[in-house]
C-alpha cells in the first residue's frame, strides 16, 4: 500500500483529534475545526459527530459527504511540501484542502478569509 492509499484508508476519526490539538495550540476552537470541516463537506454538525463516532476512513468520509463546497477550489498553497492545487486525485486533494484549512486556522487567519467568503 502507498503512502496516499494509507492516508485514504486512515480512520478520520484518529486524525480529528490532531486537527484539534493544532487548532487549541494557537488558541482557535473545536467549534472553529468543525466549521471548517463542514464548510467542506456539506455535514451538519450531527452528521460530522456520527462519522467521528463510526471510525469512517478518509475515503468513506469525503465519498459520504453531502455535498464537496464547490469553492474548495479556491484553496491554494503549500501543504506537507506540495502545492494542494496541483494534486490530481480528488481524494487526495480534499484531504490537502482540509489540512490546509486546518493549518490556516492555526495561522490564525479569519474565518471569513479560510471559507473563502468575499
Do not use: H
Amino acid at each position: 500500500m502507498g503512502r496516499a492509499e494509507s492516508i485514504c484508508k486512515m480512520s478520520f476519526s484518529k486524525v480529528y483529534p490532531y486537527y484539534l490539538a493544532k487548532a487549541e495550540k494557537k488558541g482557535r476552537t473545536k467549534a472553529e475545526v468543525d466549521e471548517i470541516i463542514r464548510w467542506l463537506t456539506g455535514y451538519s454538525q450531527e452528521e460530522l459527530e456520527a462519522q467521528i463516532e463510526k471510525e469512517t476512513d478518509f475515503e468513506t468520509f469525503f465519498y459520504e459527504a453531502p455535498m464537496l463546497n464547490p469553492a474548495r477550489s479556491l484553496i491554494k498553497g503549500v501543504i506537507c511540501g506540495v502545492r494542494v492545487e496541483n494534486i490530481e486525485d480528488p481524494l487526495m486533494r480534499n484531504i490537502r484542502y482540509l489540512d490546509k484549512l486546518v493549518d490556516e486556522l492555526a495561522k490564525n487567519k479569519t474565518m471569513d478569509k479560510i471559507l473563502r467568503k468575499e
